[in-house]
């Protein structure tokens, strides 16, 4: 049996920032000033956008949502090196990837009210996005089926030799689930091009990770599978980038597929349905808050000379403006039009659904809200 190391990649931590902002030139991967500034913004509209929606959620106006807060680095890490072609199988923190990728920020916070403007047509519930222009699925409240979705695209992508690479994204407690087994499992027997990354948050919503895993960390768990496992600081976004990318490139070459454990912490609660004051400390949560991966990555930027003071209010006001203005578009929308109920099943649809449909329609409209 080989020993374990602490500089295997699976026990260790690769990290590219320091402390004050500085990159250590052994791990810095060199990313371009101008992808660096993109990914900055991207953090910044995302942490807007979350920050709007929990008070919409609060205020009544949309009905759950569950931010990303403490985490940005790794979706817009990953929406930064991800292809046309390829595909994302999210868990409840990735929605942003569609962002980068070009989604409509409209159709994005359509889906979180689910009215007309939702590409889902109302049927999915907030905060569970999906969109076919960026090949992005929809995830499932219940915990880990997309990661053998995104296996299983990745072995139609292997088997028809398309180049591309799928995005399987889980949470800590999600490697507890079965379907992680037989993902992991399935990868490593046919060395499909898929990228399986999970969010170690430390807290699987109550339950810590401590209390779910006896493993001396999740990353080790791809030796099992004969993957190689990757544990990567998941609040620096130079050193993702770098994993990932390496990840990527390994499966377009015909190396199979990539576990990486990003570390990281998840700063507000699970949900606008949870209440983490009830399980965590607050010492917890602020020593976190010192690592947090905006302000990590703007330490950086600014030893770069990259941006400035001045140069991130008008971008918060640029954003704010951005994102207040699609909300109020999207919010004034219709909900979903009555008779797309019967859309999407049938590619000829039955007589008697046609018959149910034209009575739906004939029938009078509802009493709209308010």
Same mark, same amino acid.
């Given at each position: 049996m080989t020993p374990v190391s602490e500089h295997d990649p699976d026990i260790g931590l690769f990290t590219v920032l320091r402390e004050d902002g500085s990159a250590d030139p052994k791990t810095d991967p060199n990313v371009p000033d101008a992808v660096l500034l993109r990914g900055y913004r991207e953090m910044r509209r995302l942490r807007m956008i979350d920050a709007k929606m929990i008070v919409l959620q609060r205020q009544g106006r949309v009905? /759950?949502?569950?931010?990303?807060t403490g985490q940005e680095a790794t979706p817009i890490a990953t929406g930064l090196i991800a292809s046309e072609g390829d595909w994302v199988y999210p868990a409840l923190r990735e929605q942003s990837v569609m962002l980068v990728r070009?989604?409509?920020? *409209? &159709? /994005? %916070?359509?889906q979180v009210f689910g009215n007309s403007g939702d590409v889902q047509k109302g049927r999915q519930m907030p905060s569970h996005h999906s969109g076919r222009s960026v090949n992005q699925v929809s995830w499932s409240s219940c915990i880990g089926p997309q990661i053998p979705q995104a296996v299983g695209t990745a072995f139609a992508m292997k088997? &028809?030799?398309s180049g591309n690479v799928a995005f399987g994204f889980m949470g800590d407690g999600a490697t507890s689930?079965? *379907? /992680?087994? &037989? &993902?992991m499992n399935f990868a490593g027997v046919w060395k499909v091009p898929c990228i399986l990354v999970c969010q170690n948050n430390h807290w699987s919503i109550s339950v810590p990770t401590e209390k779910q895993t006896a493993s001396r960390t %999740?990353? %080790?768990k791809a030796r099992a599978y004969g993957l190689p496992g990757v544990r990567v600081d998941g609040n620096d976004l130079l050193a993702l980038y770098k994993v990932l990318s390496d990840a990527k490139e390994r499966a377009k070459n015909g190396g199979g597929a990539? /576990?990486?454990e990003a570390l990281t912490y998840r700063i507000g609660a699970h949900s606008t349905s949870d209440d983490p004051t009830r399980y965590r400390s607050e010492a917890e949560v602020n020593a976190w808050k010192k690592k947090d991966p905006l302000d990590r990555l703007r330490k950086h930027l600014v030893l770069r000379g990259l941006v400035s003071d001045a140069? *991130?209010?008008?971008m918060d006001e640029e954003l704010s403006a951005e994102v207040a203005?699609?909300?109020k578009r999207v919010e004034a929308l219709p909900p979903p039009d009555r008779a797309s109920l019967f859309d999407d099943v049938y590619a000829t649809l039955p007589w008697h659904l046609r018959e149910q449909r034209d009575a739906l329609v004939r029938g009078p409209s509802p009493v709209p809200h308010g």
């Open positions: 009905g /759950f949502y569950g931010a990303c070009g989604f409509p920020l *409209d &159709a /994005f %916070i359509a088997k &028809a030799k689930q079965p *379907d /992680f087994h &037989a &993902a %999740i990353a %080790i990539t /576990f990486v140069g *991130d209010v008008a203005a699609s909300i």
